[in-house]
């Protein structure tokens, strides 16, 4: 396939873009901040101008933010986590979505987590993935109505091997320092990502359920469990559990 890369960190981008273009792929890297819906439009108008459609689009951009109570989650945090991970989604969807509707045939991933699906005490990243969720059943369900040709798919993996935990390399100028005080829950979240499950891996569960047409893609051995585990103590109505990470 043809592909359209996006990243709001461009040295990233142009790397990501250089891997890909020498294995013979054609690829069109933009740089894009998802947060921002003119941006999103851009991106659109420069993958339709390159290639005249898009065929599979996938809303991936996520950050986590800082690792304190939620009282203490400063405004600016939260503009930014929601501004990326919620209203990065909701962008790609208005600005891409009409054009897919006009097509044979088109599928939309969104990128969520299980944070998405149960608890796990990540504050602001569990809030905006539980919104990406919503979201997604959502769109499906708008588009069986309206563009049936339309896929949905709702990633929600475990812990992968990239760099989210140090999302905050990309954090914006106004925000300040992130507080010492979480470094111990950062690198203990670091560790569990660097032995997190290959993005290969990931990426060919997405492929397959693009081509089955499978919604809720729960990427790691024991999700479903959880996910059932879950389920239960809210039909029993009892309180979440701390999360086991």
């Keep these: 396939m043809r592909v359209v890369m996006a990243d709001v960190e461009e040295p990233a981008l142009d790397e990501a873009a250089d891997v890909l273009a020498s294995r013979g792929a054609e690829v069109l890297p933009v740089p894009t901040d998802v947060a921002r819906p003119e941006q999103m439009d851009r991106l659109r108008d420069r ?9 599979v689009l996938c809303n991936n951009a996520g950050v986590v933010g800082e690792f304190v ?4 989650v400063r405004q600016a945090d939260w503009d930014w986590v929601l501004g990326v991970n919620l209203w990065g989604v909701i962008n790609g969807i208005r600005s891409f979505v009409p054009t897919l509707l006009r097509q044979d045939a088109a599928h ?7 944070a998405g699906l149960i608890p796990n005490g990540l504050g602001p990243y569990s809030v ?13 369900l708008a588009l069986r109505q309206r563009g049936p040709q339309v896929g949905v798919s709702v990633l929600c993996p475990g812990f992968v091997r990239t760099r989210i935990v140090d999302a905050d390399r990309n954090r914006p100028g106004g925000l300040g320092e992130v507080d010492p005080s979480t470094a ?12 997190g499950m290959d ?9 397959a359920a ?12 024991g999700s479903g469990e959880s996910v059932s585990n879950w389920i239960e103590r809210v039909l029993a109505g009892s309180p979440p559990e701390p999360p086991r990470i």
């Excluded at 111990?184 to 032995?195: H, I, K, P, Y």
């Excluded at 993005?199 to 492929?207: D, F, L, N, R, Y």
């Design 210 to 221: 693009v081509h089955s047409g499978r919604f809720y893609v729960l990427t790691h051995p």
């Design 69 to 72: 109570p939620l009282w203490e």
């Design 184 to 195: 111990a829950v950062r690198e203990m979240l670091r560790q569990l990502q660097d032995a």
């Design 128 to 140: 905006t993935k539980h919104g990406v969720v919503a979201l997604s059943e959502d769109l499906y």
């Design 47 to 55: 993958a339709l101008e390159a290639f005249g459609g898009v065929h």
């Design 199 to 207: 993005p290969t891996e990931v990426a060919g569960q997405v492929v």
């Design 108 to 114: 939309v991933v969104n990128t969520a987590s299980m």
